[in-house]
């Protein structure tokens, strides 16, 4: 069946969309953790700079290891430098993953939506096709008349002529009401001088899908029954009389 083709590749690419999501939250928090220790290194290297520097301004106010307190601060500067570098490219990396496995994330609850929503289709037709081998009897049609009863052809056109034009009147004014009642639902709530418009909260019915899921996650199927006969009326036009040539 093509709706279990279909439930069987969004599962598939489901299972590569947990696959992904977990790989990338692995790396999210690995290239966390190397940005804040490459932050913490340059926090390190900063207080040693300023160490240095102190250092420095006290050599050459005493005139005591200069050199050895410039070489000091020009070393600690360069690795200051260097840190600082690659923190921000740490930082980058740490971004980039922290946004891959967002996106990662949202792929998931997508195809987990769909997923769930072709399964739920697909246990449905499983359901209605095991369902229909064990259908509970229709309700009893109304009588239909005996051989003996039936009445005239021309009383049966007679009726058919009129339930047509009935049938096909009905259908017009329920158009023409159903785009009546479009446009008045459009109005908000209130008083139009003899028109009230009111809202009443709906009702609720009955989730056949949601049926079909409970009874399939019992191992049982859902009970079925069938329907009416569809009844339908065909007047076939009067076939009028071709001219003779003259």
Known sequence: MDATKKTAHLMAR???AETTLRDTR???????????RAIARVQTARTDA????????TAERTGKGLAAATRRLATRTIKLDTLTAAAREAKATATA?????????????????????????TVATIAHRLGEASLTPA????????ATELPAAEE???????????????????KQADAEKTWLRALPVGIYG????????????????QVALDYTARGE???RKARRDTFKVAVQAEMTERATAA
């Open 221 to 223: 199927v859902a009970p």
């Open 156 to 174: 049966i056109q007679t009726h058919a002529d009129r339930f047509t034009d009935l049938d096909q009147q009905a259908k017009t004014l329920a």
């Open 97 to 121: 993953a922290r946004r891959a496995a967002r996106t990662a994330a949202r792929r998931l609850d997508t195809l987990g939506r769909r997923a769930a929503l072709a399964a739920t289709r």
């Open 139 to 146: 309700p009893t049609a109304g009588r239909t008349l005996a």
């Open 194 to 209: 003899r028109v009230v418009i009111t809202r009443t909260p709906g009702g609720s019915v009955l989730d056949s899908d």
């Open 14 to 16: 489901l299972v590569e």
């Open 26 to 36: 692995r790396e999210e928090a690995r290239t966390e953790c190397a940005a804040t």
């Open 50 to 57: 300023a160490t240095a520097r102190r250092d420095l301004c």
